[in-house]
């Protein structure tokens, strides 16, 4: 059923563990999430990019939603990385309320007020909330961020950031990066520490592709509580699609079903790490 992110993410702080939030472009990434979160009886949430919605637009909103309302588990739809007010405001109207103010490329000072600003509106509709602080580095649906322009969250500002945006849910930064990690990822765990240990909200880690199973458990140990993963997910559907397609006799209805299976495949693991800290 269609949940709201704020009750999944209470629920994960309160046995301690971490969900899965999926970016998803078509029908057959909104099933797969639906077809792990229901075999793994485990909140999952289906997460739509600017990216995708430029080619999906209303029509994969309302797609989204209505797979979320189908299934049997806790599912929300949340609209990630955003620092567009037109299209929080589409995204509001046609019925979701989880949404990623993006104003991490904006100065400090801007990004307080923008954040504040959709934090506000966000809340007037009941729904959830999630910022980052610092500055990502990789690359996401052609969007590429140089590893030069990238910035750690800074502590001492997450706590004022936190304060004076009202937001739900903080993305740090601390070393993961968007993308294929071209050497082994080097997380500053004792940074994630330190502002777990200053807040009292959810912490959320983009580039949960590629990232160590150990690495997952001690981020989530550190109040780490949304895992955003794209690439894995991304990969599994093209690999398949590429597969299949060199065969002339394809149906089109196999590789719908082996491209949801091959992208559930790859969710449900991530779901059920998430879900249990060894
Ligand atoms: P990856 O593509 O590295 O999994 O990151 C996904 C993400 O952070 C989406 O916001």
């Known amino acids: 059923m269609i949940a709201n992110t704020s009750d999944i993410l209470f629920e994960a702080s309160s046995a301690g563990y971490a969900v899965g939030a999926f970016n998803v472009y078509n029908m057959e990434g909104a099933l797969a999430v639906i077809e792990a979160s229901e075999d793994a009886n485990i909140p999952a949430i289906i997460q739509l990019h600017p990216g995708s919605l430029e080619k999906g637009g209303d029509v994969l909103i309302n797609l989204c939603l209505s797979a979320a309302q189908s299934a049997s588990t806790n599912v929300s739809v949340h609209l990630d990385h955003c620092d567009d007010p037109t299209s929080i405001d589409r995204a509001l109207y046609l019925g979701m309320n989880s949404i990623m103010a993006d104003g991490s490329s904006m100065r400090y000072l801007d990004n307080i007020n923008f954040t504040k600003n959709i934090a506000n509106q966000i809340h ?11 500055r990502l580095s990789g690359t996401e649906d052609g969007l590429t961020i140089p590893e030069y322009q990238a910035k750690l969250t800074d502590p001492l500002q997450a706590v004022e950031f936190v304060r004076d945006t009202g937001i739900d849910a903080l993305a740090v930064c601390i070393g993961n990066v968007h993308g294929k990690y071209a050497r082994e990822p080097v997380l500053d765990f004792e940074r994630l520490e330190t502002i777990n240990r200053n807040l009292n909200v959810p912490l959320v880690i983009h580039g949960g592709s590629g990232l160590p199973e150990w690495m997952v458990n001690r981020c989530i ?5 949304k895992f955003n993963v794209n690439t894995e997910i991304r990969t599994a559907y093209l690999e398949t699609v590429q597969a299949l397609t060199t065969s002339s006799s394809v149906e089109l209805t196999s590789l719908i079903s082996e491209s949801i299976r091959a992208m559930r495949d790859v969710i449900y693991l991530k779901i059920k790490q998430f879900a249990y800290v060894r």
């Open 124 to 134: 007037n509709v009941g729904g959830f909330v999630e910022a980052e602080l610092g």
């Open 221 to 225: 140990q550190l109040g780490v509580r």
